[in-house]
């Protein structure tokens, strides 16, 4: 099992990251932390932890340098510029296919708020490398014109008390040409601090990650890559009380 401190190499800079992969991990989550946060994000960790003890390896890293981040505090000048986040998420995308430990597997990307259309832009960067984007309390609308352009299957994670953030993935979902399916946690808000909501995003971006890996299996990497660019856009929706408020 690898569990260690690293520093990953992104455009001249090095980036913090905490990475752990248990023996055999069929693959590795890389998370996305929103804006102002780091890879220190008490909800990422606690989310990481919990698919780490299913098996999956995880890298939480930081998108900005300790600099960069002390001027951001003052500027608020790279919390939002997504496709430099984009590109030091591509960065690590190509560190983990180059690390003996992680070489060869495939990355899902886990990105919250801003984080998450950091994780868009690096998917459509990276077709043949990401596996899937889940996203968490997200802000895909951020990604542009890279929604249309991702092919890998996307999880759009949403609190059933966060409107503004649920409308913004509606309108999201409905440019991403790649399979994808938008999930209400009923109750949650935000940053799904209610009892239990955290939980529930864990064990659902469990179970959707474990459905990717098994459909992987059963084909080729190029039948694979095939199947996702051909599959046709369609959103599927939980039954549950929030979620019938929330249109296909």
Do not use: Y
Not at 37 to 59: D, I
Not at 75 to 87: M, N
Not at 118 to 129: W, Y
Not at 166 to 192: D, I, M, Y
């Amino acid at each position: 099992m690898i569990s260690e401190t690293v520093l990953v190499p992104a455009e001249g800079e090095e980036l913090a990251g905490d990475l752990v992969a248990p023996t055999s991990t069929p693959a590795v989550v890389l998370f996305a932390h929103g804006s102002g946060s780091s890879r220190h994000s008490p909800r990422n960790r606690m989310v990481a932890a919990e698919l780490c003890a299913t098996g999956l390896g995880t890298l939480l890293m930081d998108l900005l340098t300790e600099r960069e981040e002390q001027r951001d505090a003052l500027t608020a000048e790279h919390r939002f510029d997504i496709p430099l986040l984009g590109r030091r998420l591509v960065a690590a995308i190509d560190w983990l296919g180059a690390q003996p430990g992680t070489r060869g597997l495939p990355v899902a990307l886990f990105g919250a708020s801003t984080g998450a259309a950091a994780a868009l832009v690096a998917a459509a960067e990276r077709p043949g490398r990401v596996l899937t984007v889940v996203s968490r309390g997200g802000r895909p609308d951020l990604a542009g014109a890279a929604l249309t352009r991702v092919r890998a299957p996307v999880l759009l994670v949403v609190g059933g008390r966060d409107p503004e953030v649920l409308r913004l993935n509606q309108e999201a979902a409905r440019r991403l040409r790649a399979p994808h399916s938008l999930r209400v946690v009923p109750g949650a808000t935000h940053l799904f601090e209610e009892p239990g909501a955290l939980k529930r995003v864990a064990e659902t971006a469990r179970a959707w990650i474990g459905d990717r890996l098994r459909f992987a299996r059963e084909v080729t990497e190029e039948d694979w890559q095939t199947a996702v660019a051909s599959a046709p856009s369609r959103s599927l929706v939980d039954a549950d009380a929030d979620n019938r408020r929330t249109p296909g």
